[in-house]
Nanobody, 117 residues
Framework: VQLQASGGGLVQPGGSLRLSCATS????????MRWNRQAPGKQRELVAT???????NYADSVKGRFTISRDFAKNTVYLQMNSLKPEDTAVYYC????????????WGQGTLVTVSS
């Protein structure tokens, strides 16, 4: 399984970005899809999750501003980020998990989001 994240860049506070994570296999095969981020000097944190049953969950810091979604036809998961703040600056990583007798997880390479004026 290969994941390719894209869509990062420089945006002003209050702006929006949409991140994409394209997978090399059908996303219907994944039990969970997530976006994580790691800010400079900080530990990686979970930002948003979507399950196979379309249940979503968000970190408190992004609730109401970020939306995770997926497109089965394009085998892609998205993270729509609105009302961006400087503290959202981080490298964003997508990861997916499959249960096949045990859990298997796969990670993308990360895309940098910088929120600054």
């Amino acid at each position: 399984v290969q994941l390719q994240a894209s869509g990062g860049g420089l945006v002003q506070p209050g702006g929006s970005l949409r991140l994409s994570c394209a997978t090399s296999t059908s996303i219907s095969s994944f039990n969970v899809m997530r976006w994580n981020r790691q800010a400079p000097g900080k530990q990686r944190e979970l930002v948003a999750t979507i399950t196979g049953g379309s249940i979503t969950n968000y970190a408190d810091s992004v609730k109401g501003r970020f939306t995770i979604s997926r497109d089965f036809a394009k085998n892609t998961v998205y993270l729509q980020m609105n009302s961006l703040k400087p503290e959202d600056t981080a490298v964003y990583y997508c990861n997916v998990a499959q249960f096949r007798g045990g859990w298997y997880e796969y990670w993308g390479q990360g895309t940098l989001v910088t929120v600054s004026s």
